[in-house]
Structure formats: structure tokens, C-alpha cells
């Protein structure tokens, strides 16, 4: 059994940085798909950016050019490096776990971005 724990939300004001960091432990995961979603108040789950186990990474139009996702293998490890965050990327953010072809079936618990002045 995987278990992923995220930390690193907060508020921040527009404009500013945030480092988002997923855990997992209970096995290697260097063989996995490794990813970030979140989800707004009153809105669906959406992914933000995905990163294969060879370190190819996706994102969504939304967030290109301001989220870097990044992972460590030997660490069992993936960031989110969010820049110049706008109030709309407010959200709990959630580390997921997936297998291609697959989906994703390991989940956080989440952790809160705020953006607000």
C-alpha cells in the first residue's frame, strides 16, 4: 500500500511563489506516474501537471510557463514549483500516483493554496 502526503500550501499574495511537496512511502514509486490535481470550491477535480517516470512532464494550458513539476526517484519524491499565483490557482492540491493506461489510484489528502491579497 502507497501512502502520498503533500505539504507546502499557504496563502500567498497574487504574484507570489509557492513550493508544493509530495511524499510517498510504502514502496519505490520510480515506476510510476506522478502527478498534481486540484480542486476549487464548487468546481471538479482538474489536472495541473503530470511527470512520467523517465521525468516527461504535462500541464495544463492553465498553469504552463508558471508550474514546474519536478520528481526525485530516489527520494520517492515530486514538487510543484508554482510561480506567479493568481487567486483563480486557489485550490486544494492533491499528489496523485498513476500507472499509464491505468488512471490514477493513490491519492493525498490534499493541501490549501490561497491566493488573496
Known amino acids: 500500500q502507497v501512502q502520498l502526503v503533500e505539504s507546502g500550501g499557504g496563502l500567498v499574495q497574487p504574484g507570489g511563489s509557492l513550493r508544493l511537496s509530495c511524499a510517498a512511502s510504502g514502496r519505490s514509486v520510480s515506476l510510476n506516474i506522478m502527478g498534481w490535481f486540484r480542486q476549487a470550491p464548487g468546481k471538479e477535480r482538474e489536472l495541473v501537471a503530470v511527470?512520467?517516470?523517465?521525468?516527461?512532464?504535462n500541464y495544463a494550458d492553465s498553469v504552463k510557463g508558471r508550474f514546474t513539476i519536478s520528481r526525485d526517484n530516489a527520494k520517492n519524491t515530486a514538487d510543484l514549483e508554482m510561480n506567479s499565483l493568481q487567486p483563480e490557482d486557489t485550490a486544494v492540491y492533491y499528489c496523485?500516483?498513476?500507472?499509464?493506461?491505468?488512471?490514477?489510484?493513490?491519492w493525498g489528502q490534499g493541501t490549501q493554496v490561497i491566493v488573496s491579497s
Open positions: 496523485t500516483l498513476g500507472v499509464p493506461g491505468l488512471g490514477y489510484n493513490y
Open positions: 511527470i512520467s517516470s523517465g521525468g516527461i512532464s
